[in-house]
Antibody, heavy 121, light 107 residues
């Protein structure tokens, strides 16, 4: 079945780094745009970043620009989020999500279960 | 950047009620508006994409309408499983953005 499974979350000190992974299965990963969305404890959803199906275009929220990098390996059906210079306000559950299309215009129809990132000293 | 504003922020309703949630964009987003349902501790679930298209597997009691800056999500007859938080999201331009959410509670 169509599935996304995130991993790599954990507890990190401010200024530290983490790399999240999202393993995809059950669909042609290389045909779809992919996104990361996060949710701070008790808060709403926040869009973080998008990567086009072929990795040719990447977009970021202002809050993470210059610190986070999205990438994908279509040969491994895996999406990544490299998070550097982490801040307390980056604490959240991070979801990877599949776009309904290659360019991210038609919503996100498959979501992972989320991985928790806590930034704390 | 485009700001999305939902109203109301919370809503109490009964099983069988008809419910409408609105979402307003700070500028025109054509029809690039999506609706999600989220239950506590779970990932969001896509209900409606491009303002009015029903996602596969979603019950027909959910419907969406609107274009430009003003959009609505309607649940025609609330079922017990519909009590959740609902989010709109614009996918017209980056950075994409979500509304703040509407919490739908049982009256």
């Amino acid at each position: 079945q169509v599935q996304l499974v995130e991993s790599g979350g954990g507890v990190v000190q401010p200024g530290g780094s983490l790399r999240l992974s999202c393993a995809a299965s059950g669909f042609t990963f290389s045909s779809y745009g992919m996104e990361w969305v996060r949710q701070a404890p008790g808060k709403g959803l926040e869009w973080v970043t998008f990567i086009r199906y072929d990795g040719s275009k990447k977009y970021y929220a202002d809050s993470v620009k210059g610190r986070f990098t999205i990438s994908r390996d279509n040969s491994k059906n895996t999406l990544y989020l490299q998070m550097n210079s982490l801040r307390v306000e980056d604490t959240a559950v991070y979801y990877c999500a599949k776009g309904r299309d290659s360019n991210g215009h038609y919503g996100m129809d498959v979501w992972g279960q989320g991985t928790s990132v806590t930034v704390s000293s | 950047d485009i700001q999305m504003t939902q109203s109301p922020s919370s809503l109490s309703a009964s099983v069988g009620d008809r419910v409408t949630i609105t979402c307003r964009a700070s500028q025109s987003i054509n029809s690039y508006l999506n609706w999600y349902q989220q239950k506590p501790g779970k990932a969001p679930n896509l209900l409606i994409y491009t303002a009015s298209s029903l996602q596969s597997g979603v019950p027909s009691r959910f419907s969406g309408s609107g274009s430009g800056t003003d959009f609505t999500l309607t649940i025609s007859s609330l079922q017990p499983e519909d009590f959740a938080t609902y989010y709109c999201q614009q996918s017209y331009s980056t950075p994409q953005s979500f509304g703040q959410g509407t919490r739908l509670e049982i009256k």
